[in-house]
């Protein structure tokens, strides 16, 4: 198994592209990644692409082969790779093993998804299929309820949590998202703001969830001893592990502290070497806020029930002990599904390259990014290192 | 990267499971494997499976964690491959990739489909995503049309093909599946009952075409330097190669000499170290009569236009020069799109370790299995080889 790095990465601004075909939105971000990496289009030998939802927004499968084709790549290899909420990070990881085990040499990855121009019932039943049909959705959950049902039992709890403290999580999100020119929402907001929002499904308020959005992003892989033939600041893959959790809420030992979350961080910490003190900033997963505080949590970096605390104590601003949400998260950069995995990536390896501008994270060296698909269903989480 | 063994197979006879869930298919099959590979489920530590159409059919994605939470699988990395009727055997090549480059020591690959207990219409539409949306399908072509082009084709460019040649590519498969257990249509049917049957789409008549159906085909994969400890007969990946073609047909170069097939084909062959006199049968994706015929001239196994009259000669039969559909192919053991990729590796495993009863294939040392997503748009092509 030989180290791999990512040498190119692009990424569009998530916005709700009505407008933009899901294949075009792919082709515009593998573009970008594609001059950034300083590469020859027709040297990409494989493409995995991260997507969730094609079937039911774009009634269109086979999106491997679609955008091989889009992008001129002849016959090259190609498919998809599905994990709900978690495609993109899953799909990354597909190749990351691809190129690992010598069957490629320059992986190309995009994550993609179009939300926006599907009839909005079909959105809310399309990601409810990240949950499980049969034992959850058939009976009334939505997925935004069954977060909510997640934030309940945390406020019940841990009862010293104060709902003030859970609202930073998106406060922070917003005031990265402002310099981050591929984000969605360029606007801070207080906790005020959010605490004022309404209820979209109690007690989940609406500035604690992550927008239905648009957006594409890629990612370029290619072995570590070749990567500095592409470009100047190749950013090393030190690990990417997936684990599972039962998928229905109701079978989980903890629902607050997920497992899949907690195995992802350990296997990645151990692949890689590394310790949680040597983490420089966390990419993490806030699709609602309490995510945010799960995931902290859940992975170790705060002790159960004392995520929202620290937060409000500013421990995750960029200025922080542990920045998280660098360039806005899901919250304010956006969460195109199938997509926010390949983001997340993306905007680590900016901020490895010392490239994030008014939102560096002063000597990032290490950076971890952790994609959730469904209730901390799938998770992926990748650990980043700048590369000498 | 290491050798790798498939060291387990299993199956359900392919029908119309009306009444069995998606996730209880995939279950069931997946647990004949872990029988059969005389495996511990406990240590296999990943999941990938071959689906086109959860979505559609049972409004359900995130199959990798659903599957892995019914089968007790804890916390395994596990995510759903789609290439659309490719999926199965485009899952395959990942977890392949996976065992290959160390990254698991006993992967679980299961294809699965549940299509009869969608509305029809909703099959012909999903089938239909597996072609190009905005450049095919919106205009009115449906998945079988766009075949029914090629016959058409087919028929005009090669004047001698007579439609009796072509008709004996059901009839072999027909032939081959009374033997069967897990086929769907154990009986025989002769070249006058595929001529008289109705047009479905004319050229296309209902005896050429694969029927809907369900089903779901497991195998297990493990390092080949440990499969003796799971078998006496572990059957060893000599090669798993993926090529795409462009996906809308107008684009191609010769839409009669599919590029994705003959290129996978030939990838497979060079990394298998063999030829294609070394090839002892061939499990193709007969999926209508016309891909049969495609996939032995693209594949170089017959001359253009040649192909149907080698058939009627008896070239394909199971005492022919090579046999194909050795278990009835996806005309008469049955089409589940999904699994039917690893449906076709679980047949060529059978035949490797000599199991194949009635139909086994004298002295059968190397078998080679093509699974087909789109209209030849995605094609896997994988090489097995009886182990030592």
Not at 62 to 74: F, S, T
Not at 273 to 289: G, N, P, Q, T, W
Request: charged share 25%; with cysteine.
């Amino acid at each position: 198994m030989r180290d791999v790095a990512v040498i190119g990465v692009g990424q569009i601004q998530v916005s709700e592209h009505w407008e933009r075909p899901l294949r075009e939105m792919a082709v515009d971000a593998s573009l970008r990644a594609v001059i950034d990496g300083n590469v020859d289009i027709k040297d990409i030998d494989l493409l995995v692409v991260g997507n969730m939802l094609g079937e039911v927004t774009d009634t269109q499968a086979h999106l491997g082969a679609l955008i091989a084709e889009a992008l001129g790549l002849k016959n090259v290899e190609a498919y998809r790779v599905e994990a709900a909420c978690g495609s993109g990070a899953a799909a990354f990881r597909t190749a990351y093993m691809a190129v690992a085990g010598g069957f490629s040499d320059l992986a190309l990855v995009v994550g993609v998804e179009q939300q926006t121009n599907a009839f909005f019932t079909d959105i809310t039943l399309g990601l409810a299929m990240a949950a499980d049909g049969e034992y959850e959705i058939l009976h009334g959950a939505s997925f935004l309820a069954l977060n909510a049902l997640l934030k309940r039992l945390y406020m019940e709890r841990y009862k010293d949590v104060k709902e003030e403290e859970l609202a930073v999580f998106p406060v922070i999100a917003h005031e990265n998202a402002v310099n981050n020119m591929y984000a969605m929402y360029r606007f801070p907001i207080n906790v005020e703001k959010v605490l004022r929002s309404p209820y979209v499904a109690e007690p989940i308020r609406l500035f604690e969830t992550a927008p239905i959005s648009d957006g594409a992003a890629a990612v370029l892989l290619a072995p570590a001893e070749i990567a500095k033939k592409y470009t100047d600041t190749p950013v090393i893959i030190k690990a990417s592990e997936v684990a599972t959790d039962k998928i229905y809420l109701a079978g989980r030992e903890d629902i607050l502290l997920p497992a899949a979350i907690r195995v992802s961080t350990e296997k990645a910490l151990k692949r890689a070497k590394v310790e949680r003190k040597d983490i420089d900033f966390f990419e993490l997963h806030d699709a609602y806020s309490i995510m945010a505080a799960l995931s902290l949590e859940a992975s170790g970096f705060a002790e159960p029930g004392k995520a929202p605390k620290m937060a409000a104590d500013g421990a995750y601003y960029l200025n922080g002990d542990l920045p998280i949400l660098t360039m806005g998260g899901l919250k304010a950069r956006g969460h195109p599904v199938g997509a926010t995995g390949v983001y997340q990536i993306v905007e680590s390896v900016i901020q490895l390259r010392g490239d994030a501008g008014k939102n560096q994270v002063d000597g990032a060296e290490i950076g971890m990014a952790q994609n959730v698909g469904g209730v901390a269903t799938t998770v992926i989480t990748t650990i980043l290192k700048r590369g000498d």
